[in-house]
Every structure is written in structure tokens, then in C-alpha cells.
């Protein structure tokens, strides 16, 4: 797929994300409120089928950063989403791949970011 | 009536290659019925190291992740750090790498076998293996001084020009390797203590490998391949599999360094010095390491540091999945499963 | 015929006896395990000196820490320190052992040096030591417990 489908095709699966194309991928930018049903619509778009998770981490201690990798198309997508405050939560993402409720914990202990689910070791 | 045991382990009891790990188990006469593995004893902070110290010298903390496996860490981390900065490593010096990844790949499998040999009781095989290893390190002190091949990979290159003896030498392991499968495969590997205790134990299904992201002999010994890699006897995804799957691929690499021993003339690296200082970007790099697939995640702001850096280790599936597979097993054989999975607690908790 | 006799004391006896066939029991936490391994190989093989590989704490002698041990393993180490009778000696292996190593400066939970936390007979400097150097250091050992009593033990509160 070229990358100009890739990008349409994100558009309409993350309308309200600013995406940044860089010379290695491609970047989504979400508000917090939007990270876990980007992620399912992702997940779940024929077209696109994102269902890797390479890894979840944080970013300069305030981003939260998810690779994801596809066996349909070529092109690198990360996604990243500003850590949640006290009013909105972050719900976590373990139900659709077991071996994130490891990543969140890391990002607990480590950078001290909450996410509903998974806190204590 | 159930009891509990909690056992700590270190390279020398249980574990197959690195590291501390503790296993909690109940056990209700000899029948495992819970079962939870601790790590992260041996935090060490690698990636809060790496970005404390400029780009060419964060090579030797990247090593110290999983030191069975230390060239492939270092070819990643180079590799994120090349994109990034638009070094082109000349062929010779790509040749040269890929001689050492694949040296270094025979040495860690055999290195498994002879963990397997030594949790069945096997001493003389387990002997035996590590033997057959020491030639491998032979030839990494020979090539870089290290026995582990410590700072052989550097960013633009290797670190040492390649001799017609090391070559040589190079060739004389290979055929003596090949001699080596040939002497263990009646004491060995058709040997009936391991038939039988290894066959059917701990099954790992293709939805679980898919759901979980299981890389690399484990995912393929459970009949999940992608691209060319060689597929052992059988794929039914137990111990037995897992474990034929690595001889298998002890061949294969003896056959691909053999095709790889005529190198280009040139150059055998470029240079990099402190200061180099990249674009601010990210990139995400991988190569195929004997445990799996390493993930480098690699942030770089505008100076001569990262900003980031972020390794993800190929044990971090296989072991999330160890928790089920213990259950309803008799307990001599929990650290033999943990042995078959080949899996590094050193890189889990760098 | 003439009777012979050999004369000694009974502290030659025991000294002779223990430097002779001591159970190691070795916690390795990193790349410095695997150079102990080695040690304990075909090529470079300890057992011809007497040294034995012993997994019950309570009957080792002997107790090599290789690697760096971090803020998460003191209590383990100092328990297993614990649990070994008298005469035990401690031998720390690599520079992340010995003094904190490649680490200085730069990490938060990698203890700077074992002897921090515990008394420490022997240091073997490298990163990592080559298995004859760790060798060569436990026959030094040998060496001292031959000397024996005339060399007191630095008593610090490590409980």
C-alpha cells in the first residue's frame, strides 16, 4: 500500500488526530480521552488491521507512546497521547493485547503515570 | 493440603541463561496448582545510562542487556543510530558483522543445549556442549579480545580488521561444528531420557503465539514463520519442538557463515566521534536475535545524546506466558520449561 | 626397618582439609555468571583444585558474587550471607561487584561495591575477568587459608 492510502485511511479511522509524517513513520496525536477507541479502531479496521503491539512506553515523561506494526501494510504507525491528569483516566489496553498489563505496570513504576487496570506490581 | 515454596534461583540452580528470578508455587502433592514468576531483581537502569553519556559510548550499555546475545544488541542500537544520522557502513563491514551475529547466535544455542543436557542430569553432554562453545568465544577473543564479543559492533562499522586467520580459524570451527552435531545425535538428541521427558510438555498454541507476540525458535517451534527461516522436525509447539527447532537452526547458521567467509576489499568501518549529533527524529529498528525479535525505539533530540532510547526484549512474551504453563505440572519439571523457553531474565530487567 | 612418623598440629590438619575441598556457591547476577560457568568448565575446569559446586546454602564454604547487585537483592544477599556457617568466606568477582563498575554516577540502584554490605575476602578485578583470573584469585584464597589463624578477620557490623 502506498503511503498516501495509509495516511487516508487513518484520517477517517482517527479524525480528530494530527498526524506528522516523519521520514520513518508516521505519528498519531491523540487527546487523552481518545486513546483507547483509536487504538480499537485500529485494531479492528479491515483495511488496516493494526493487531502488533511492538512496545509502550513514555516520552519525554509526559507522552504516552505505543508502536504498532501490521502484517498488511509496510509503513511504521506509532501513536502517542499526553499523560492523563487527575480529572480523565487512561483506561489500559490489556484486553486487547495481554502483554501490555507488563508494559503499563513498567510505566507505573518507573515514570509514576497511572493507568486504570494496571498499577500495582 | 497445599504448601508453598518459594524458590530463588540464580544462574546456577534453575534458570537457563541470565539473571535472578524467583518462582512462587503452591503445590498440592507434587501437582502445581499456582504459580507466579518475580523478576526485576537486577534493575540496573540500562536505558537511564545510555542517555547519561554520548551515542558511541552508550554501545557498551546496550551490550550488558543480555551478554549471551551482545553483538545483536550492539548491531541494533547502531543500526537506530545510523538511520538517524545517515552513516552508510561500507560492505566489508557489514560482512564482518554478519559473520559475528551469526558465530553468536551458534554459541548462545549451544549454550541452551547444554543448560537442557545439565536440568536432565546429563552432565557429560552438558560438559561436552560447553567445550564445543569455547571455540566460538575462541574466536571472538581472537577477532575483538573479548570472549563474549564485548565492543566488537560499533556504530559505522566493526571495531577491528579481519584477518586471513581469523578466517581461517573461522572455517576450522565450522567443520568441527559440524562434527559436533554428528557426535550428539545418538547420545543427544535421540537420546531416550530427553525423548521422553521433553515430548508434550508445556504446549503452546499458534493463537497464543499470535495474541501475545511470541518472536523468534519459540514462535516457529510452534508453527508461526515469518520470512526464511529454517523449520525443525516437528512444529506442534512443546519442549520437544522448541528444542529440535534450535539444532535445527545450529545448521542452517553453519551453513550461512560458510557462504559469508570471502569479504569485500575496503573499508571496514567509518568514523564516529563523540560529538556527532543527529537530527531530532525517531525511528524503530529490529534485528533477529537468537531469543527473538529485538525492538530498538531509538528518540533523538538535537545534541550528541538521546534523548531516549528503549530496548524491548524478545524473553518479555515467552515469559508473560510461563505463569499458565506451570500450571498442573509435576514441580521437577518447572525448571525444565522455564530451560526449553530459552529465557534471558537479564534482558527482561535490564 | 625404622618407624617413621609425621609430626604436625591438629590446625595444619583442618587448614590443610578445608582449603583443600571448598563448596563454592556462586550468585551470579550478569555477563560475570557466565565467565564463573566457564571457570567451572572443561577448559578451564576448578574442580581439579578441590572447588565444588554446592547449592545448599548452609554447607558452602565459599560464596562468589559476580555482577552487579542492585538495591532489590541486598536483603537476599545478606540472608544467604547469614545462613552459612563459620568458616565462610566471600569473593567478590567483576568490577560491578567491586566497586559499582561501569555504573558510577549513573545509575540509582546498583549498590557502588558488595563490601558495602559485606565483608569481602577477595577482590577479582576485570569486566568480566577471564577464567583463569578467577581461578588464579581462588588459589590465592587457598593460599591464605593455609597461612590461617595469623591473618585476623576485619569484624564491622554487617547485620
Redesign the interface.
Known amino acids: 500500500m502506498h503511503k498516501e492510502q495509509v495516511l487516508a485511511l487513518l484520517k477517517q479511522e482517527a479524525p480528530n488526530a494530527k498526524i506528522d509524517i516523519a521520514e520513518f513513520g508516521i505519528t498519531l496525536e491523540v487527546p487523552s480521552s481518545d486513546w483507547l477507541s483509536t487504538i480499537e479502531k485500529l485494531y479492528n479496521s479491515p483495511q488496516l488491521k493494526l493487531k502488533k503491539l511492538k512496545v509502550l512506553t513514555v516520552r519525554a515523561n509526559t507522552f504516552l507512546w505505543a508502536e504498532l506494526g501490521s502484517e498488511l501494510i509496510n509503513e511504521r504507525v506509532s501513536i502517542s497521547c499526553p499523560a492523563p491528569s487527575s480529572e480523565n483516566k487512561i483506561p489500559s489496553i490489556q484486553y486487547l493485547w495481554p502483554l501490555a498489563d507488563w508494559f503499563e505496570r513498567e510505566i507505573f513504576s518507573v515514570w509514576g503515570i497511572k493507568i486504570e487496570g494496571a498499577e500495582s506490581p | 493440603m497445599s504448601t508453598t515454596i518459594i524458590h530463588?534461583s540464580?544462574?546456577?540452580?534453575a534458570s537457563s541463561s541470565?539473571?535472578?528470578h524467583g518462582l512462587i508455587l503452591e503445590e498440592d502433592g507434587g501437582i502445581i496448582t499456582k504459580a507466579k514468576i518475580k523478576f526485576?531483581?537486577?534493575?540496573?537502569?540500562l536505558e537511564?545510562?545510555m542517555r547519561?553519556?554520548p551515542y558511541t559510548m552508550a554501545n557498551?550499555?546496550a551490550e550488558?542487556a543480555d551478554?549471551?546475545a551482545a553483538p545483536f544488541y550492539a548491531f541494533v542500537y547502531s543500526a537506530a543510530v545510523e538511520?538517524v544520522g545517515n552513516i552508510i557502513v561500507p560492505p566489508r563491514g557489514k560482512k564482518i558483522r554478519s559473520i559475528l551475529l551469526e558465530l553468536c547466535r551458534i554459541q548462545s544455542h549451544i549454550f541452551f543445549l547444554s543448560q537442557i543436557a545439565r536440568s536432565l542430569g546429563l552432565t557429560q553432554i552438558h560438559?561436552?556442549c560447553?567445550?564445543e562453545r569455547?571455540k566460538y568465544?575462541d574466536l571472538f577473543e581472537l577477532y575483538c579480545g573479548s570472549?563474549?564479543g564485548f565492543g566488537a559492533i560499533l556504530i559505522g562499522g566493526v571495531a577491528e580488521e579481519s584477518t586471513d586467520g581469523f578466517l581461517f580459524k573461522c572455517e576450522k570451527t565450522l567443520r568441527d561444528g559440524r562434527e559436533f552435531l554428528i557426535e550428539i545425535q545418538e547420545a543427544f538428541i535421540n537420546n531416550p531420557i530427553l525423548q521422553s521427558r521433553l515430548r508434550g510438555l508445556a504446549y503452546i498454541r499458534k493463537e497464543v503465539v499470535m495474541?501475545?507476540?511470541i518472536t523468534g525458535p519459540n514462535a516457529r517451534a510452534s508453527g508461526v514463520f515469518f520470512g526464511d527461516f529454517p523449520s525443525g522436525s516437528l512444529n506442534n509447539g512443546d519442549s520437544l519442538s522448541r528444542f529440535s527447532q534450535r539444532v535445527e537452526e545450529i545448521k542452517h547458521s553453519l551453513n550461512a557463515v560458510e557462504k559469508e567467509l570471502n569479504l569485500p576489499e575496503g573499508a571496514y568501518s567509518v568514523d564516529v566521534d563523540d560529538k556527532f549529533s543527529p537530527r531530532k527524529?525517531?525511528?524503530?529498528t529490529n534485528v533477529e536475535g537468537p531469543r527473538g525479535q529485538i525492538?530498538v525505539?531509538l528518540?533523538s533530540s538535537g545534541n550528541n545524546r538521546a534523548?531516549?532510547v528503549?530496548l524491548?526484549p524478545p524473553s518479555?512474551?515467552s515469559l508473560?506466558h510461563v505463569d499458565d504453563l506451570l500450571l498442573g505440572v509435576h514441580i521437577d519439571d518447572a525448571a525444565l520449561i522455564i530451560n526449553s523457553l530459552d529465557i534471558s531474565f537479564?534482558e527482561v530487567d535490564r | 626397618m625404622e618407624p617413621t612418623f609425621i609430626t604436625t598440629s591438629w590446625q595444619k590438619i583442618k587448614e590443610w582439609s578445608l582449603g583443600n575441598a571448598l563448596n563454592v556457591h556462586s550468585f551470579g547476577t550478569s555477563c560475570c555468571a557466565l565467565e564463573i560457568q566457564a571457570a567451572s568448565g572443561p577448559r578451564y575446569d576448578w574442580e581439579r583444585f578441590g572447588f565444588l559446586e554446592e547449592n545448599n546454602i548452609a554447607e558452602a564454604d565459599l560464596l562468589i558474587i559476580a555482577g552487579p547487585v542492585t538495591v532489590r537483592l541486598e536483603e537476599r544477599v545478606k540472608e544467604i550471607y547469614k545462613q552459612m556457617r563459620e568458616p565462610r568466606f566471600v569473593v567478590s568477582v567483576g568490577s560491578c561487584a567491586n566497586t559499582g563498575g561501569m555504573f558510577i554516577g549513573k545509575s540509582t540502584t546498583v549498590i557502588m561495591g558488595v563490601d558495602k554490605i559485606l565483608p569481602i575476602d577477595l577482590f577479582v578485578p576485570g569486566c568480566p575477568p577471564r577464567p583463569e583470573a578467577i581461578i588464579h584469585a581462588l588459589l590465592q584464597l587457598q593460599k591464605k587459608i593455609f597461612a590461617g589463624s595469623k591473618i585476623a578477620k576485619e569484624k564491622k557490623n554487617y547485620a
Open positions: 530463588e540464580n544462574l546456577m540452580l541470565a539473571g535472578y526485576g531483581y537486577t534493575h540496573r537502569q537511564a545510562c547519561a553519556v557498551a550499555f550488558k551478554f549471551l538511520a560438559q561436552f560447553l567445550r569455547e568465544c570472549r563474549l495474541r501475545l507476540g527524529t525517531n525511528v524503530l525492538n525505539l528518540f534523548e531516549q528503549r524491548v518479555y512474551a508473560r537479564s
